[in-house]
């Protein structure tokens, strides 16, 4: 990539800045420290949440992109290589890269707090979309499978996203959840767990928005900014994401966060990180300055001592049945620490009651709409605070769910008060397009004594509005001001369709809904509502149960509401937008995919396609709709090379248009290392050009996810990193090369360059004018190779250094003085000749694997091997006999021993094991074992291949 150097300049320049300021930091945090909390009052959840807020508000806002100062320029340095200040490191995936800035195929910007929950258009009055405490360094594709998935715990059933060792941590694997991120599901149905190095970090970034952003508007410019408040309730989170809401927006987990909170305290990486951003913005996260205040704000705990009182019982409970649903509505708790409400549902009188819903409910009322028409269902519900105290239960509630499909039409929209004298009141009813209103009517019911006081008569056809969807809207004068009050739409049969209230809940003792309780709509005007304000249902779908009730806001009358959408047809023809960014690696056995997904709202999920020649013709080889954007392929045969695409499908069964193509060849297990640098430029008279290195290996070695990572002797750390993409061609019996530039390529005294394999392995660790040790990056800990020759200032442009001699692996080379170069081909004086003889074979398999089962793990024994060259060993799992094979662990080479976590009980796992070589190469595979894990095991194990 060229850069900009407008923008290169302007990042040294802030770069600069920082260091000066960050040189002062701790001194002059810790005089500013008092006044700049002087203001918080610890004396209340409230009280301290109100100050904090008027603490942190109203901070400087730098734009998202620019040729000044922006986002990528804060982010940059927040989010730096502590170990390396040229890099950065990536939040999810804890990998570390040179510093490119926009524009890069590595990284990106993460929103942890996503942008389409309440924030969703960037500009310059959008102050949460470039706000840099909730934004990460992150790596492109480990961004796009987060998506906008809430934070939450996972299971080792889930897709695993693995780390790397930089900075002290990651990289370790070690099963579920390992220092791994962990993943399943999309959008808001989905779960994102963070690994243990960076949870902590991402819940303090969340927490910081829930208290920053409270609505209202910035104090200097005006601008109006959303309320942000963290759930546990996903139907709130999936309700707030509407594409245009930018009024109250959900995300969570919260209980989670809490907990991640608790788990991963605040570290010097993280304070500095504030730091920084701190001296842009002008604002601070308090809760990385004060993490003990997390627990005043989210669990009412000022006083430092654990909460242990459970919140009163909810009181009130209610059950009316409806249309394929039953709807619950309850008294609300007062509680300051109130997390939620469990609902729970028995077919008899007086339980068993089991749990329903996919987590704490938020508001006082439950729509429960897995109900069989005719059948009988008893209700409970409990109150649950942050502290995980829950409630004993309310009083039983029971109701029969009714015949008939609830949504066919719905009251939409209606006003009832206003400043001044009442005027304009109406109702607004929505449904199918073309559904006839003649013989319908709306009945406006009082709640005090529960009688109807009037009857409207509704008459017209529903117009398409959009999404085979429309409204109505009838004048309704004199509807009445609630506390409570009801409204009830009857079809042309005399059925009550829906029966809802405002300002609390009633039961009807006459009319149409005699005997029916009202489902409370849960918001409200007041006689100081403006005129021309109504209260509207926002949301997207088809159907009452899809939307929520909103605010007062500006009425919409007889129109879609504001933070509307339907998307009732079954005949939308509009594909989705094309899947991009497709990219394919090779390991044993299998195929490991990776995407960007488009942004399609209705978006269902994806088909994967395979041809064995570019171009196709492609055959589907996924079952069902596959809902990550990513994909393992574990039909693939090792040596084949595969090409993909992949298609976008959304929920009408539209398909989008082939992603672009990408292929890979698949290695067995033992085969995939025989790879080396074969020939590398770095130095010559003037200033240096046409800086490279070359891979040999075996024609057929796909080296996409392959690594060249550039060391400073100087100290040890990473310098640059190059990504490696291409299959290794035929170039002499069965072997070639492949060169990659390496611009900056430094020029020793000493240097070195590491090979590092898709596994995250070192396959060779070379170095020029002397040998080091590493202290970051994949080699950390190695000592490199000193290759004995060198370039200089007076080497001739256009010459290498090259290894020469004939052989099939690295130790059959020597390496020469430098010579004219060879880039991409075959070196001088070098041959890949059939009748050589490995100086190196590969090591022995290991013999005598054992496998023992135990509680939700394997513990796996080998015999030693006694060859001198052994580096280590590989241990690969599967579950299926006879792979396909995922490595789980690289031993050192005295390692005889090891234990497999977080497994799943009942669930059979298959181990091999093959051992690796100080050259790099690798045996064949162990015999494979097996094992069962179970609850209160101690064997169970097939200790015997």
Excluded at 308 to 329: E, R, Y
Excluded at 469 to 475: E, Q
Excluded at 491 to 516: K, W
Aim: aromatic share 10%; glycine share 12%.
């Amino acid at each position: 990539m060229i850069p900009n150097t407008t923008r290169l300049v302007a990042r040294v320049r802030v770069t600069a800045l920082f260091v000066l300021a960050v040189s002062f930091a701790s001194f002059a945090w810790a005089q500013e420290e008092s006044s700049y909390y002087e203001t918080v009052d610890t004396s209340s959840p409230s009280a301290m949440r109100a100050s904090l807020h008027a603490i942190i508000d109203d901070h400087t806002r730098y734009p998202y992109t620019s040729s000044s100062i922006d986002t990528w320029d804060i982010l940059e340095i927040a989010d730096e290589d502590q170990d390396n200040t040229g890099n950065v490191i990536t939040v999810y995936r804890n990998a570390s890269y040179a510093k490119q800035g926009g524009g890069n195929t590595f990284y990106n910007r993460e929103h942890s707090w996503p942008k389409s929950y309440g924030f969703p258009n960037d500009g310059s009055s959008n102050y949460p979309y470039t706000d840099t405490h909730h934004l990460f360094i992150a790596d492109s594709g480990y961004n796009s499978s987060r998506s906008n998935k809430p934070f939450d715990t996972c299971s080792s059933s889930c897709s695993e996203k693995t780390t790397e060792n930089n900075n002290g941590r990651g990289g370790e694997g070690g099963g579920y959840p390992g220092d791994s991120n962990w993943t399943t599901g999309s959008y808001t149905a989905g779960t994102w767990e963070v690994w243990a190095g960076r949870r902590g970090d991402i819940a303090r970034a969340m927490m910081y928005m829930d208290v920053r952003y409270e609505g209202g508007t910035h104090g200097i410019t005006g601008v109006v900014e959303p309320d942000l408040v963290l759930t546990d309730d996903r139907a709130l989170m999936d309700a707030s994401n509407t594409g245009s809401n930018e009024l109250v927006a959900y995300m969570g987990l919260l209980s989670v966060l809490l907990q991640w909170h608790d788990e991963d305290p605040v570290d010097l990486i993280e304070f500095q990180r504030n730091e920084a951003i701190a001296s842009f913005q002008g604002n601070r996260n308090p809760f990385i300055d004060h993490p003990e205040w997390v627990d005043c704000v989210f669990r009412n705990q000022c006083d430092g001592t654990a909460d242990t009182t459970p919140p009163a019982v909810p009181g009130s409970l209610t059950a009316t049945g409806g249309p394929g649903h039953i709807n619950l509505d309850w008294a609300d708790n007062t509680e300051s620490d109130l997390a939620g409400y469990n609902v729970y549902r028995s077919a008899t009188s007086g339980g068993s009651y089991t749990l329903i819903g996919s987590g704490l409910v938020a508001d006082s009322a439950y729509q429960d709409k897995d109900v069989t028409a005719g059948t009988t269902y008893f209700y409970v519900v409990t109150a649950v605070d942050f502290s995980s105290n829950e409630s004993s239960s309310s009083n039983e509630a029971s109701a029969v769910a009714q015949e008939g499909v609830a949504g066919s039409a719905w009251i939409n929209e209606f006003h009832y008060d206003n400043d001044g004298t009442d005027s304009g009141e109406f109702v607004e009813v929505a449904g199918p397009a073309g559904l006839d209103l003649t013989g319908w009517s709306v009945v406006g019911y009082n709640g005090n004594g529960g009688t109807a006081y009037n009857s409207i008569s509704l008459s017209g056809t529903i117009a398409d509005q959009g999404g085979c969807t429309g409204t109505l809207a009838v004048d309704f004068t004199g509807l009445q001001n609630g506390a409570p009050d009801g409204i009830a739409l009857i079809d042309n049969g005399g059925a009550v369709v829906e029966f809802i209230s405002y300002e609390g809940t009633m039961t009807a003792a006459d009319g149409p809904a005699a005997g029916m309780s009202s489902q409370d709509v849960g918001v409200s005007e007041s006689a100081s509502t403006p005129v021309g304000y109504s209260l509207q249902l926002g949301g997207t779908g088809s159907g009452a149960v899809d939307f929520h009730w909103q605010p007062e806001q500006a009425d919409t009358y007889g129109q879609v509401n504001a933070g509307q959408q339907f998307d009732g047809c079954a005949s939308d023809t509009t594909p989705p937008s094309a899947v991009s960014d497709l990219s394919a690696s090779g390991l044993d056995q299998q195929v490991l995919l990776d995407w960007t997904a488009p942004a399609d709202a209705d978006l269902a999920g994806f088909d994967v396609y395979r041809a064995t020649s570019s171009g196709g013709p492609y055959d589907q080889i996924n079952g069902s709709l596959v809902t990550l954007s990513e994909f393992t392929d574990t039909s693939a045969s090792n040596g084949t090379t595969y090409y993909y695409v992949v298609t976008a499908v959304d929920d009408s069964g539209n398909v989008s248009s082939n992603s672009n193509e990408a292929s890979a060849t698949p290695q067995a297990v033992g085969t995939g290392g025989v790879a080396w640098i074969n020939e590398l430029h770095y130095d010559n008279e003037s200033t240096d050009v046409g800086e490279f290195v070359e891979i040999a290996a075996e024609a057929g070695l796909d080296l996409n996810g392959w690594q060249l990572v550039a060391y400073n002797g100087n100290g040890g750390a990473v310098y640059d990193t190059l990504n490696l993409s291409g299959t290794v061609p035929d170039l002499d019996n069965g072997f070639g090369v492949l060169a990659f530039d390496l611009p900056g390529l430094q020029n020793g005294s000493p240097d070195g360059i590491a090979l590092v394999d898709g596994l995250g392995d070192v396959v060779e660790f070379l170095s020029y004018e002397g040998s080091f040790t590493a202290v970051d990056g994949a080699a950390n800990g190695m000592s490199s190779v000193d290759i004995l020759v060198s370039e200089t200032s007076s080497t001739p442009i256009g010459w290498s250094l090259q290894r020469t001699g004939t052989g099939q692996t690295a130790a059959e080379f020597s390496w020469a003085d430098p010579q004219a170069d060879t880039y991409g081909s075959v070196n001088a004086g070098q041959s890949f000749g059939s009748d050589s003889t490995p100086v190196n074979d590969p090591p022995a398999a290991p013999t005598g694997l054992t496998a023992t089962a135990d509680h939700k793990r394997v513990e796996l024994t080998w015999d030693a091997n006694g060859e001198s060259d052994l580096a280590g060993y590989r241990l690969y799992r599967s579950q299926q006999s006879g792979g396909s094979y995922q490595l789980i662990a690289s031993l050192d080479a005295a390692d005889t021993a090891y234990s497999d976590t977080g497994l799943q009980n009942d669930q059979t796992y298959y181990y091999v094991l093959t051992a690796v070589d100080s050259g790099g190469l690798e045996s064949t595979a162990s015999s494979e074992v097996s094992a069962v894990p179970a609850k209160g095991s101690k064997g169970g194990g097939n200790g015997k291949p």
